[in-house]
């Protein structure tokens, strides 16, 4: 099981930013996909954002071109710097991970445990 460390949640006004950050710091084999989804009250989880071993990135229509997503991939960490918020991007926001424990292994997904952000007044 991987061990996350979010932070950089919290209130912000409408036009405001925010910066999450992700860390798994344990070892871990191989890291493919790194992302966030996130899930607004009484709503399903969506997708956000993923950045993939080879550095290409991919976004959902809502965020595109106010969301950036990046990796360090020595520090087994991923952010999400968040622009131009507005009311509908209040949710808990979690991050993700795919890894596998070797090289050729099975690949698992393993989630943070959320990090709340709310744009309002």
């Known amino acids: 099981q991987v061990q996350f460390e979010e932070s950089g949640g919290g209130l912000v006004q409408p036009g405001g930013s925010l910066r999450l950050s992700c860390a798994a710091p344990?070892?871990?084999?191989?890291?493919?996909?790194m992302g966030w989804s996130r899930q607004a009250p009484g709503q399903q989880r969506e997708f956000v954002a993923r950045t993939m071993r080879g550095g290409g990135t991919l976004y959902a229509n809502s965020v595109k071109g106010r969301f950036t997503i990046s990796r360090d991939s020595a520090k087994n960490t991923v952010y999400l710097q968040m622009n131009r918020l507005t009311p509908e991007d209040t949710a808990v926001y979690y991050c993700?991970?795919?890894?596998?424990?070797?090289?050729?292994?099975?690949?698992?997904?393993?989630w943070g445990q959320g990090t709340q952000v709310t744009v309002g007044q």
């Open positions: 993700y991970l795919d890894y596998s424990d070797y090289d050729g292994g099975a690949v698992s997904r393993s």
């Open positions: 344990g070892r871990i084999s191989k890291i493919y996909n």
